[in-house]
């Protein structure tokens, strides 16, 4: 394997790449997922991207550095963790799949509710759980939960979001607690406002860009790529020791 090469050669953590590393990503077919997969890709990972909508997938694995293969695959249905379980090795799960429906909280409708609470935590929770066994068999991996900087602080407008994203963050911790000892490091990557297609409509707006402008010490939205950069260092052999923590890809938000 490429992956004993690199060690072989002496180079150092940093630079062994994922060669010969099988990573999931869900949600991977727009936004931050798919930047995800495209960045394991090219760090030499044999990647599963799932996400609902075929043709996304088929743009992904055309534009990838290497193959890669593509599950159409809802989330929150019990096939996808039948086909987690039943996979002979799996290094990396990039735990990605979410969504948020911003609405004052005396408006927050049960059907918002009981969305994000459905996709946002029990079906990580359960994504999770499915990885972990296949893990368990080899007593390696890293787990990568996508949380928020509002997964750290309050919003308005953002209660049932900023509820699942504490939520994903308490999983890590608890995670990491239980599966360190066996080898599996757990962490999340926290991101600010990204320019992704299910952002885009909130930045569109000249009051609400401007206000996460001030926010965003870096005077910059933050990109698919910063974020895809934190997945791969905690995906990658360079984060070895880092387990049951938070990385905030938030340029400052939550310093204040």
């Avoid at 534009?63 to 996808?80: F, K, Q, S, Y």
């Avoid at 409509?201 to 860009?209: G, I, N």
């Avoid at 910063?226 to 997945?231: E, G, L, R, S, T």
Wanted: charged share 20%; proline share 4%.
């Amino acid at each position: 394997m490429i992956e004993t090469d690199r060690k072989a050669q002496g180079l150092p953590v940093w630079a062994q790449g994922l060669d010969g590393q099988v990573a999931l990503v869900t949600g991977a077919g727009r936004g931050l997922g798919r930047a995800c997969a495209l960045a394991l890709a090219e760090a030499g990972a044999a990647v599963v991207a799932v996400a609902r909508t075929e043709a996304d997938l088929q743009r992904l694995a055309s534009e990838a550095a290497a193959p890669v293969e593509t599950w159409v695959e809802d989330v929150t249905d019990e096939g996808l963790l039948d086909r987690i379980e039943g996979m002979d090795r799996l290094d990396v799960l990039v735990n990605n799949a979410g969504t948020n429906r911003p609405q004052p909280f005396p408006e927050v409708t049960d059907a918002a509710l009981d969305l994000l609470l459905d996709l946002n935590v029990r079906s990580a929770f359960r994504v999770a759980r499915s990885a972990a066994r296949v893990m368990l068999r080899r007593k390696s991996g890293s787990i990568i939960h996508m949380s928020s900087q509002m997964g750290h602080v309050g919003a308005a407008d953002r209660t049932v979001y900023c509820m699942t994203k504490h939520a994903i963050e308490g999983l890590t911790k608890a995670m990491g607690v239980e599966l360190g000892p066996q080898g599996i490091r757990v962490n999340a990557v926290a991101p600010t406002f990204i320019e992704t297609p299910m952002t885009r409509p909130y930045l569109e707006d000249p009051a609400f860009a401007e206000f996460v402008r001030n926010m965003i010490k870096m005077n910059r939205y933050g990109s698919v790529d910063d974020v895809a950069a934190a997945v791969l260092y905690l995906a990658s052999p360079a984060s070895s020791i880092v387990n049951g923590t938070s990385l905030r890809v938030d340029g400052g938000w939550t310093a204040h």
